[in-house]
Nanobody
Framework: VQLQAFGGGLVRAGDSLRLSCAAS????????MGWFRQAPGKEREFVAA????????YYADSVKGRFTISRDNAKNTVYLQMNSLKPEDTAVYYC?????????????????WGQGTLVTVSS
């Protein structure tokens, strides 16, 4: 499975963006998925995870209540709706396949990292 994230851009604090992660391959619907982000000079950090069916989701405390992860298995796509964006949300956002517990926060338990998409939030 190959992943491609897109939908990033330059926005102002308080704005919204929706990121998409498109997957190739017929087995996408069997995978738990996650979103991570990496700000300049910082380590990659967990943002959100979703089960293969979309029935359960899990968020980092820093985005809980503002971001929503969802998926459309018919379209082989995972989404990250980001509301009330803050300057500290500025980062490159990546999607990846979860190879462990569905709510894993560890980046080493994910693979098939897609090319990230840059989100810049100005104050």
């Amino acid at each position: 499975v190959q992943l491609q994230a897109f939908g990033g851009g330059l926005v102002r604090a308080g704005d919204s963006l929706r990121l998409s992660c498109a997957a190739s391959g017929r087995t996408f619907s069997s995978y738990h998925m996650g979103w991570f982000r990496q700000a300049p000079g910082k380590e990659r950090e967990f943002v959100a995870a979703i089960t293969w069916s979309g029935s359960m989701t899990y968020y980092a405390d820093s985005v809980k209540g503002r971001f929503t992860i969802s998926r459309d298995n018919a379209k082989n796509t995972v989404y990250l709706q980001m509301n009330s964006l803050k300057p500290e949300d500025t980062a490159v956002y990546y999607c990846a396949i979860n190879r462990a517990r569905w709510d894993s926060r560890r980046s080493d338990e994910y693979d098939s990292w897609g090319q990230g998409t840059l989100v810049t939030v100005s104050s």
